[in-house]
């Protein structure tokens, strides 16, 4: 495993989330979801790398994140998984097992319970530090009546980055 400097991860998964997503899991090796993200951010956050990670809460992995204290953000790197990033973006783990509908492989993380995406090259592993949801008030009327039309406001789920490596060879 290579350990990777924060401008290098940075921006590795600003282009993959640019490029189609990138794989958001919560749960342990025995309930784990994942899910596609396309909005986030690495960044630094009372004096911690921390990576900041919004869903809905309507999606099965909301609940996840609420019931445990970790999740894993795993990033395409030397096959960007589009048909897999489609399928955990578009079905929900409620109803069918992600991981055998995309052909995707759980591994164990090196610091969390959450697994990983053993088909990506990128990993964080992550504590959630804090929960905040979006405060409509507070928001833009454009980006409001834009990405919100049904009041279902993402929750953002603050992340110490605990470990962070690259499984490519």
Same mark, same amino acid.
């Given at each position: 495993?290579?350990?990777?400097?924060?401008?290098?991860?940075?921006?590795?998964?600003?282009?993959?989330?640019?490029?189609?997503?990138?794989?958001?899991?919560?749960?342990?090796? =025995?309930?784990?979801?994942?899910?596609?993200?396309?909005?986030?951010?690495?960044?630094?956050?009372?004096?911690?790398?921390?990576?900041?990670?919004?869903?809905?809460?309507?999606?099965?992995?909301?609940?996840?994140?609420?019931?445990?204290?970790?999740?894993?953000?795993?990033?395409?790197?030397?096959?960007?998984?589009?048909?897999?990033?489609?399928?955990?973006?578009?079905?929900?783990?409620?109803?069918?097992?992600?991981?055998?509908?995309?052909?995707?492989?759980? @591994?164990?993380?090196?610091?969390?319970?959450?697994? $990983?995406?053993?088909?990506?090259?990128?990993?964080?592993?992550?504590?959630?530090?804090?929960?905040?949801?979006? =405060?409509?008030?507070?928001?833009?009327? =454009?980006?409001?009546?834009?990405?919100?039309?049904?009041?279902?406001?993402?929750?953002?789920?603050?992340?110490?980055? $605990? @470990?962070?490596?690259?499984?490519?060879?």
């Amino acid at each position: 495993m290579k350990k990777l400097a924060y401008q290098e991860t940075a921006n590795a998964v600003l282009d993959a989330m640019l490029k189609g997503g990138v794989f958001l899991t919560a749960g342990n090796m =025995e309930d784990a979801n994942t899910m596609t993200i396309g909005w986030g951010a690495v960044e630094v956050m009372w004096g911690k790398g921390v990576f900041l990670a919004v869903v809905r809460p309507q999606r099965h992995t909301y609940s996840l994140l609420n019931k445990y204290d970790t999740f894993t953000v795993s990033v395409p790197t030397a096959d960007p998984l589009k048909k897999e990033l489609a399928i955990c973006g578009s079905k929900s783990g409620r109803d069918l097992d992600k991981w055998e509908a995309a052909g995707l492989t759980k @591994a164990p993380g090196q610091e969390v319970d959450t697994p $990983i995406v053993k088909e990506c090259g990128l990993h964080f592993e992550c504590r959630i530090l804090a929960k905040q949801t979006f =405060e409509p008030v507070l928001m833009d009327g =454009e980006v409001k009546d834009r990405w919100y039309a049904a009041h279902d406001y993402h929750t953002k789920f603050y992340g110490e980055i $605990i @470990a962070c490596y690259s499984t490519d060879e």
